[in-house]
């Protein structure tokens, strides 16, 4: 089974990038290849534990309800909750604006041998701070290089980051907006701030657009998923990192002590 993927947006375009599942994929089939990938990654999991020398950080962006909780759900529920964290960054608070953009994301980022996943990021400080101005252009266009250099660093360290853009359109959006307003058991998720951040659609894009192509790097690589459906999301995704564990090749840990079945009573 094939999933299509964005591998190489430094140049993407989004507004040519499909949101919805490619027409030969079916559900049925992304599920079964869940089934497999799931096994698969929960063991080289464990390896890179057992190594405790590489680290992954997995980045979800994506506009509201893009499916970030969803994907954070997923990703997590497929791994070892011993070695994931999940962070999410919300508006800062007064000390973390009075410090430098990256400071708040610093100190969340993996350990060795484990799991990062941020929900929003610091992809937020020339996202929303773009489209809103909250800082002054001076400031923002500057941390496009910022953020490479922190990703490198970071890279440099032994961290694998892989990050995510939930790519839904303008009509799903609305079609869950609504479904908020509706479903009494969804109410709870509306915030009044995503009908006035719905308007800026199109700067949104723009900005998103731009982070994708300037902080596309080798050490930190974009990928597009096309969100519009759940269960194609969650399958792209977990088969993007297990392909990231793969290729860390994360050694078998060596058993601690020879241990012979004549030790054993
Ligand atoms: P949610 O993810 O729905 O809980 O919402 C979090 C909110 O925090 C969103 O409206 C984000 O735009 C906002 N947010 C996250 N990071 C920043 C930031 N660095 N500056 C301003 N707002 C932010
Ligand atoms: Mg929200």
Same mark, same amino acid.
């Given at each position: 089974?094939?999933?299509?993927?964005?591998?190489? !947006?430094?140049?993407?375009?989004?507004?040519?990038?499909?949101?919805?599942?490619? !027409?030969? /994929?079916?559900?049925?089939?992304?599920?079964?290849?869940?089934?497999?990938?799931?096994?698969?990654?929960?063991?080289?999991?464990?390896?890179?534990?057992?190594?405790?020398? *590489?680290?992954?950080?997995?980045?979800?962006?994506?506009?509201?309800?893009?499916?970030?909780?969803?994907?954070?759900?997923?990703?997590?529920?497929?791994?070892?909750?011993?070695?994931?964290? /999940?962070?999410?960054?919300?508006?800062?608070?007064?000390?973390?604006?009075?410090?430098?953009?990256?400071?708040?994301?610093?100190?969340?980022?993996?350990?060795?041998?484990?799991?990062?996943?941020?929900?929003?990021?610091?992809?937020?400080? /020339?996202?929303? /701070?773009?489209?809103?101005?909250?800082?002054?252009?001076?400031?923002?266009?500057?941390?496009?290089?910022?953020?490479?250099?922190?990703?490198?660093?970071?890279?440099?360290?032994?961290?694998? @980051?892989?990050?995510?853009?939930? *790519? @839904?359109?303008?009509?799903?959006?609305?079609?869950? @907006?609504?479904?908020?307003?509706?479903?009494?058991?969804?109410?709870?998720?509306?915030?009044?701030?995503?009908?006035?951040?719905?308007?800026?659609?199109?700067?949104?894009?723009?900005?998103?657009?731009?982070?994708?192509?300037?902080?596309?790097?080798?050490?930190?690589?974009?990928?597009?998923?096309?969100?519009?459906?759940?269960?194609?999301?969650?399958?792209?995704?977990?088969? @993007?990192?297990?392909?990231?564990?793969?290729?860390?090749?994360?050694?078998? !840990?060596? !058993?601690?002590?020879?241990?012979?079945?004549?030790?054993?009573?």
């Amino acid at each position: 089974m094939h999933f299509h993927r964005f591998d190489e !947006p430094g140049k993407v375009k989004l507004d040519k990038i499909s949101e919805e599942p490619p !027409p030969n /994929v079916t559900k049925q089939e992304a599920r079964d290849r869940l089934e497999k990938i799931g096994e698969e990654l929960f063991e080289l999991q464990g390896w890179m534990w057992g190594a405790h020398t *590489h680290s992954v950080l997995l980045v979800l962006q994506g506009r509201d309800a893009a499916g970030k909780d969803g994907a954070v759900k997923h990703m997590s529920g497929a791994l070892n909750p011993r070695g994931v964290a /999940v962070t999410s960054f919300g508006v800062p608070t007064q000390e973390e604006r009075e410090h430098d953009f990256l400071w708040r994301v610093h100190k969340p980022a993996p350990r060795a041998g484990r799991f990062a996943i941020f929900n929003r990021s610091h992809y937020e400080d /020339v996202l929303v /701070v773009r489209v809103h101005e909250l800082v002054p252009k001076s400031q923002w266009s500057k941390r496009y290089d910022q953020i490479n250099a922190f990703e490198h660093e970071l890279a440099d360290n032994g961290t694998r @980051i892989v990050k995510f853009f939930l *790519h @839904i359109s303008k009509a799903e959006q609305k079609k869950r @907006i609504l479904e908020r307003l509706e479903d009494p058991r969804k109410r709870w998720k509306f915030s009044p701030s995503d009908l006035e951040e719905r308007k800026r659609w199109d700067d949104y894009m723009a900005a998103y657009q731009e982070a994708i192509r300037r902080c596309n790097t080798p050490w930190a690589p974009w990928f597009v998923i096309p969100a519009n459906r759940n269960w194609y999301r969650n399958a792209v995704v977990s088969q @993007i990192v297990l392909e990231t564990l793969e290729d860390m090749k994360p050694k078998l !840990p060596a !058993p601690k002590l020879d241990v012979r079945e004549d030790m054993i009573d």
